[in-house]
């Protein structure tokens, strides 16, 4: 896109399935020739090289992957001729093959490869990066590790990072780089001059890059956390939040493209090729693991970005990645039959797709082309022959039929838009700091004038030379992509003295994003933030707080700088300003800057589910940390009463404990909330604050969680507010979430007593959730059988309560025939009616348990009655409860995660994979989710799976759903093993048609997350 500027397969299966109108798929490759594909990447002549790796993500033996180059010698669509192009290596991942080179990421490492002798097999390697991450030496394998490298027309090497970072990757020139998160990371093709793009993403597979340098790039989910697949627009500086920010500081962090709940982003590819129909040829595509499908993007600009739709374009299994070679022929690489790790089954397929009916590219071989014909293929439609053409250009060196060739196309306001950003970025790395001048003259041409400032910038040891006006005057420019170029120009330059410049046009640019069409975002604020940080410019800023209009992008700049000239700046701002406004920002900032990152170990990663509390992920004071804490508590009284609630909860978001500050007389429920181990004055305060119908719903849902840090109390005081909601009307629309949460928590399988003392002798709403909590633990199979006994035994004294009758209604629990005849027969009318409605929803669940169970049955025919069988998605989502599912997974985003997410189940798996994950969990143990075993140093051990740890801190859940927190100093060693936490014959006990409404129940689960 030009910018504003101008039921499973199976490897007999068909090929063609969902392809549009006008494209023809063939198989190109597979088993057995090709096996476990984990990317591919296209050659310009049209051999494919594949990265094989039977480790698959998980895995951990050497010595099992390669690259294959597959090539089709008659041209018939089907590779016919296989070659070990590198016969052993380790977790092969994406590569690029460019003018006889595979760039190759294999985690910890990007190499290169080429044949000299044309043998068919690489003999010239080189090592372009170590410590690129991890790979099958880690615990998790070489998983949301560094994952894909694509080269743009600017000449870098775009490598994809996973959230695993980079603890301390060097580059062939000896330059160290850390990076702790995801992102996107730059490197020269010689393996030199290594640096950050973007970061701050999850586990990214890919990067697409455009004609003009936009990447892209589809992320994966977080299993729950509110971190979905996200897809992203990649621009120099942008932090894209995760997991620091995405949570409480949104808006300091990029925002995606679009949120598309579950999935598992892999490949990803700008095609700018002819020979497709419609716009097909100028299109984004990527790819999702989990959702099954490759999808194609049509955007449109929109200020430094873009706003994007989606659209399907074919389905696969497990769609992986998609690359083009030069005649238009498009490979779409498929893991169909395989899972995280080696299964012994013949694994992945790759198709070629055309489009019979278009005219394709021609590629001309450059190594052939005189020097004369060269530039003209900078200029080509195809950018594979583009980016061909100009490292062939390159190779050959500086010569003046390429400097005037290739400045000629630059120049040339005839040719398109594409063809003179390619050879913008040629001339630039022929001549280096050379074309620094002849391409200054291009500044004055609106059309690429963007580009020009992006290459004078783009290497950091080519900056001699390079004007800072130009920069300065694009800030004012009125495309929008011409300004983010100018200030990344600017923050490369080290210009402090532009800060003002910088400040000045910020504070007139739009940041309401309010009454944007959906999709679209604002990228200048952020980049303008993060180019002032970068300059470091504390005196500029901090003069800016005075101005209400730049005073916004001041401060945020500002809270990014961690020295002592911006804390006494800001003090002294606090201290001697008037000015209610600028008070409370200079009180923001400080907040922010009360705490800083702790350094990381350059060993532990976060796992899948990492504290994303922010702003930091484990903050620590610093030495201004002392006089920070003294401006606020003097100058907190200047804050005006409508804003000390919201800057006492700026104050906990940036996690700083409000009970140790001397605040003055503050609202004793603020106090309570950010207590820690709240007293008996506290547990009150907060007990009539979740009551409190007059007071907003986050003040009471605050107080309703704080009270669980109650100790002995939290179950009772729990259940008090629980009932006080429950006969409020309306009831608080997050109450009943809030309820579930209480009633199937594994916990309540240790109060029996209690609960049964409160269902006796408090409300009846109080003891319809307690009985519910009850008949929860004696139906849950992960429930411990003396909890069990303690329940029938309570029941066998048929107990008379409304609530408890009521608990069976609301539940549709039959065989308390008993109980309820007791309840008909009592002298309460209250009673009677509440035993008249269990009797009736106990009646309805019976009549649909009948037929044999589960474990009566083959496997094979409960796997295919369960694949076409339709089941009653009510039913399932009762046995969801009873079956004890909900202990150990949640399918609400809002509702306290646990084990992997299902709230969006249905849109994320395959019917097949659900019914698996029931009958074998340890067939498919969802990534993040493995049983581990911790050795602990008093000679004890500890076995669950990992739900979250923070503040080291783990904590982990048992085969019961319990939670135990143990702390990462006591740990010895960690063990990761084979087999899931949940057990295998959770559905023995269900009849054929209660099994089914289960699976359609998981199937119907199509919420955005996860």
């Not at 690429?448 to 040891?461: P, W």
């Not at 008090?720 to 309306?730: G, Q, R």
């Not at 029996?752 to 009985?771: F, M, N, T, Y």
């Not at 074998?920 to 493995?930: D, H, I, L, R, T």
Request: proline share 6%; hydrophobic share 40%; aromatic share 8%.
């Amino acid at each position: 896109m030009r910018p504003a500027s101008a039921l499973l397969l199976t490897l007999s299966a068909p090929a063609a399935m969902a392809v549009p109108d006008g494209f023809t798929v063939r198989d190109f490759a597979g088993p057995p020739q090709v096996e476990y594909p984990t990317a591919a990447t296209a050659a310009a002549n049209g051999d494919v090289y594949i990265s094989s790796d039977k480790n698959g993500s998980l895995g951990h033996k050497p010595n099992f992957g390669k690259i294959v180059r597959a090539t089709d010698t008659d041209g018939d669509g089907k590779a016919d001729k296989f070659q070990d192009f590198v016969p052993d290596v380790n977790s092969p991942r994406g590569g690029h093959f460019v003018n006889g080179t595979l760039y190759l990421i294999h985690p910890p490492y990007l190499t290169s490869y080429r044949d000299t002798n044309g043998d068919g097999v690489a003999d010239e390697e080189k090592e372009l990066v170590k410590g690129f991450g991890w790979g099958i030496e880690h615990p998790r394998g070489a998983d949301h590790t560094t994952n894909g490298v694509r080269m743009g027309i600017d000449g870098w090497l775009y490598v994809a990072v996973g959230d695993f970072g980079m603890p301390d990757a060097v580059a062939a020139d000896g330059k160290h780089l850390t990076l702790h998160g995801g992102g996107v990371v730059r490197i020269r093709p010689d393996g030199s001059e290594m640096e950050p793009y973007a970061v701050m993403t999850r586990n990214i597979c890919d990067v697409a890059i455009s004609p003009y340098l936009d990447l892209f790039s589809r992320d994966n989910t977080n299993d729950g956390k509110g971190w979905n697949t996200r897809f992203h627009h990649f621009t120099e500086l942008g932090n894209h939040g995760y997991p620091r920010l995405y949570q409480h500081f949104a808006d300091e962090a990029i925002k995606p493209l679009a949120d598309y709940g579950g999935g598992s982003g892999t490949g990803a590819l700008y095609l700018h090729e002819p020979g497709f129909p419609k716009d097909f040829g100028d299109s984004v595509f990527t790819c999702d693991w989990t959702v099954g499908a490759i999808f194609r993007h049509p955007m449109k600009p929109f200020e430094a970005s873009f706003v994007a739709k989606q659209e399907v374009f074919e389905k696969y299994p497990h769609a992986i990645d998609i690359d083009v070679d030069g005649f238009s022929r498009l490979y779409m690489v498929d893991w169909r039959n395989g899972g995280f790790d080696f299964n012994g089954k013949e694994v992945g397929m790759i198709h070629q797709a055309i489009a019979p009916g278009e005219k394709p590219a021609k590629y001309v071989d450059v190594t052939k082309a005189k020097d004369e014909e060269l530039p003209a293929l900078v200029a080509s439609r195809s950018a594979v022959q583009r980016l061909e053409a100009q490292r062939e250009i390159i190779k050959r060196g500086q010569k003046p039929v390429f400097a005037n060739g290739v400045f000629g196309i630059a120049k040339d306001p005839k040719q398109e838009l594409y063809a003179r950003v390619a050879a913008i970025f040629t001339f630039k790395q022929l001549y280096g700091k050379g074309a620094t001048k002849p391409l200054s003259e291009l500044v004055a041409d609106a059309s690429v004038k963007e580009f020009v400032l992006r290459a004078m910038t783009d290497r950091l040891s080519e900056l001699d030379g390079v004007p800072v006006q130009p920069y300065v005057e694009a800030l004012k420019d009125p495309n929008a992509r011409t300004r983010l170029q100018a200030l990344i120009g600017l923050a490369r330059l080290g210009a402090k003295d532009a800060a003002p410049a910088i400040l000045a046009a910020a504070g007139t640019w739009p940041t309401d994003e309010s009454k944007l069409e959906e999709g679209a975002h604002y990228r200048l604020p952020h980049t303008a933030v993060k180019s002032l940080a970068q300059i470091g410019n504390a005196k500029a800023c901090l003069a800016a707080i005075a101005a209400p209009a730049s005073r916004p992008i001041a401060l945020r700049a500002l809270q990014e700088m961690h020295t002592d000239e911006v804390v006494d700046g800001l003090i002294r701002i606090a201290d001697g300003s008037k000015d209610p406004a600028i008070v409370t920002g200079a009180l923001g900032a400080l907040a922010r800057l009360y705490n800083d990152e702790k350094p990381w170990n350059l060993k532990d990663w976060w796992n899948t589910r990492p504290d994303d509390r922010g702003p930091y992920f484990e903050p620590v004071t610093w030495s201004a940390t002392p006089k920070i804490k003294q401006a606020i508590e003097r100058n907190f009284t200047k804050i005006p009463p409508t804003g000390t609630q919201a800057y006492i909860q700026l104050l906990a978001v940036n996690r700083i404990q409000v009970s140790d500050l001397k605040l003055g007389d503050l609202d004793p429920l603020v106090v309570a909330l950010g207590s820690t181990n709240p007293d008996a004055s506290q547990i009150q305060i907060l007990l009539a604050a979740a009551k409190d119908a007059k007071r907003p719903w986050e003040q009471r849902s605050s107080a309703y969680q704080s009270l669980m840090r109650a100790g002995d109390q939290a179950s009772t005081l729990r259940l008090a507010v629980l009932s006080t909601w429950a006969t409020e009307n309306p009831a608080p629309a997050a109450a009943s979430q809030l309820e579930a949460d209480f009633v199937n928590e594994s916990q309540r399988g240790m109060e029996v007593p209690k609960l049964r003392e409160l269902g006796a002798k408090q409300s009846d709403a109080a003891s319809r959730i307690a009985w519910k909590a009850l008949l929860t633990v004696l139906n849950s199979p992960l429930a411990k059988a003396n909890a069990k006994e303690q329940v029938k035994k309570f029941i066998n004294e048929n107990p008379r309560e409304v609530g408890f009758f009521l608990a069976i209604k609301d539940l549709k629990l039959s065989g308390f025939d008993k109980q309820i005849d007791a309840g008909i027969h009592s002298d309460n009318e209250l009673t009677i009616a509440a035993a008249k409605a269990a009797k009736e929803a106990g009646a309805s669940s019976a009549a649909q348990g009948g037929g044999k169970k589960i474990a009566e049955l083959k496997h094979d025919d409960v796997v295919k009655a369960a694949m076409t069988g339709k089941g009653d998605v009510a039913t399932g989502k009762r046995l969801f409860t009873s079956q004890g599912c909900i202990a150990c997974h949640s399918t609400d985003p809002n509702a306290e995660q646990k084990g992997p997410y299902l709230g969006a189940a249905g849109a994320k798996f395959t019917r097949d994979y659900l019914i698996d994950s029931v009958l074998e969990p340890s067939k498919v143990v969802a990534q993040g989710f493995q049983t581990t075993m911790f050795q602990m140093k008093d000679g004890t051990a500890k076995v669950g799976f990992v739900t979250a740890e923070a503040d080291g801190v783990i904590e982990m859940r048992d085969i019961a759903g319990q939670i135990a927190k143990i702390k990462r100093d006591d740990v010895k060693d960690e063990q990761h093993m084979k087999d899931s936490m949940m057990p295998p014959g959770l559905a023995a006990g269900l009849t054929m048609e209660e099994f089914t409404a289960l699976i359609e129940y998981l199937a119907s689960l199509k919420a955005v997350g996860g």
